[in-house]
C-alpha cells in the first residue's frame, strides 16, 4: 500500500528557531512533493512544491528532497507563531490516468512566543 | 483571483437522508478534484474530474456517492443515503495542469464542506 509516513507531534519550538518537518513515502516512483499548511478549520494551504533532488528555498522555507532515501522534509526558519499550524505532506504518486494526491496525517506544528 | 469555493461551509443530516456538497474550482482550471478527511485520518483522494468527464473515480468508496460536473465548470457531490461514517469533511482542489510528470501540477484546496450525519 502506498504510504506517507510523517510524526503527529506536536512539535514545537521556540520562536526564532528552526523547525524541521519529516515525511517519508513508500513508492520508489513518486515523482512531486507538496507541502501544505493547515490552520484548525482551514483549508490546506499550498507552500512548497520539490520534484528534483536536492534543496529549494522560498523566503523562510526551504523543502529537501531526497528520491534514493524516499524523504523529504521542511525546514522553516526564524520560526514565528503564526507558523503555528499542522503541516501536511502529499505526494504525487504517478499511474495510468492517476493524478491524485497521498497525503500525511500531518504534523501539528507549536512555536512558542 | 478567487480561489476555490465550496458550499455549504457545514451540514449536519440525519442518516438515510441526501446532502449535495457545490464546488467551485479557480476560474480556468480544467481538474477538479474531491478528497475527504475523516477524524483521525489522512486526506484521501475521491475523485478527479478533467473538465466534465470523469478521470479517476477510484476513491470513491461506494455507489451512495455520485459526483458530477456538467458543462466544465462546478461540480456537485451527493450522498444518497448518508451513512454515520460519511461524516468528516469534504475538500474540493482543482489545479491548472495535469500530466504524468506532476510538475506544475500543484492542487488549491477550498475551505471545506464539514459532513456530520447523526
Known amino acids: 500500500q502506498k504510504e506517507v509516513e510523517q510524526n503527529s507531534g506536536p512539535l514545537s519550538v521556540p520562536e526564532g528557531a528552526i523547525a524541521s518537518l519529516n515525511c517519508t513515502y513508500s513508492?520508489?516512483?513518486?515523482?512531486?512533493f507538496f507541502w501544505y499548511r493547515q490552520y484548525s478549520g482551514k483549508s490546506p494551504e499550498l507552500i512548497m512544491s520539490?520534484?528534483?533532488?536536492g534543496d529549494k528555498e522560498d523566503g523562510r522555507f526551504t523543502a529537501q528532497l531526497n528520491k534514493a532515501s524516499q524523504y523529504v522534509s521542511l525546514l522553516i526558519r526564524d520560526s514565528q507563531p503564526s507558523d503555528s499550524a499542522t503541516y501536511l505532506c502529499a505526494v504525487f504518486l504517478s499511474g495510468a490516468g492517476s493524478y491524485q494526491l497521498t497525503f500525511g496525517k500531518g504534523t501539528k506544528l507549536s512555536v512558542i512566543p | 483571483e478567487a480561489g476555490v469555493t465550496q458550499f455549504p461551509s457545514h451540514s449536519v443530516i440525519e442518516k438515510g437522508q441526501t446532502v449535495t456538497l457545490r464546488c467551485d474550482p479557480i476560474?480556468?482550471?480544467?481538474?477538479l478534484y474531491w478528497y475527504r478527511r475523516v477524524m483521525g485520518k489522512e486526506i484521501k483522494f475521491l475523485l478527479h474530474?478533467?473538465?466534465?468527464?470523469?478521470?479517476?473515480e477510484s476513491g470513491m468508496p461506494n455507489n451512495r456517492f455520485l459526483a458530477e460536473r456538467t458543462g466544465g465548470t462546478y461540480s456537485t457531490l451527493k450522498v444518497q443515503p448518508a451513512e454515520l461514517e460519511d461524516s468528516g469533511v469534504y475538500f474540493c482542489?482543482?489545479?491548472?495542469?495535469?500530466?504524468?510528470?506532476?510538475?506544475?501540477?500543484?492542487?488549491?484546496f477550498g475551505p471545506g464542506t464539514r459532513l456530520t450525519v447523526t
Open positions: 513508492d520508489r516512483v513518486s515523482q512531486s
Open positions: 520539490i520534484y528534483s533532488n
Open positions: 482542489a482543482s489545479s491548472q495542469l495535469s500530466g504524468t510528470s506532476g510538475v506544475g501540477y500543484e492542487q488549491y
Open positions: 476560474s480556468g482550471h480544467d481538474n
Open positions: 474530474f478533467v473538465k466534465e468527464s470523469k478521470q479517476d
